[in-house]
Nanobody, 128 residues
């Protein structure tokens, strides 16, 4: 199986920046095809934020993240990063790292149902 462990989040003021990381481990970690970041605020549905494919590095972002968030990877370390800038109070949520060991079509990359491995989540709080 694959274990996903997110770095500690944090609390920042609006306009600030944070960087999250997610390390994958386990003997199946090398079989991951795509990794992603999701977030979920209380009373809200879990939403896909950013994804990156392991082979070509193709990325996809939610509209709310475009221009502010950047996802990157280090395949040698089985680690994915999420760099967040110009944070807004509405970005406050629990952020989850996710991965899939099966192919995920680009059109479904932000679909929560397509991921079979999940981290425990890390809290990001943005104050006004």
């Amino acid at each position: 199986q694959v274990l996903l462990v997110e770095s500690v989040g944090g609390s920042v003021q609006a306009g600030g920046s944070l960087r999250l990381s997610c390390a994958a481990s386990g003997y199946r970690a090398s079989s991951i095809h795509i990794m992603a970041w999701f977030r979920q605020a209380p009373g809200r549905e879990r939403e896909g934020i950013a994804t990156i494919y392991s082979d070509l590095g193709t990325t996809r972002y939610a509209d709310s993240a475009k221009g502010r968030f950047s996802i990157s990877r280090d395949n040698a370390k089985n680690t994915v990063y999420l760099e967040m800038s110009n944070l807004k109070p509405e970005d406050t949520a629990m952020y989850y790292c996710a991965a899939s060991s099966t192919f995920v079509d680009y059109s479904q990359a932000l679909n929560v149902a397509r991921y079979n491995y999940w981290g425990q989540g890390t809290q990001v709080t943005v104050s006004s």
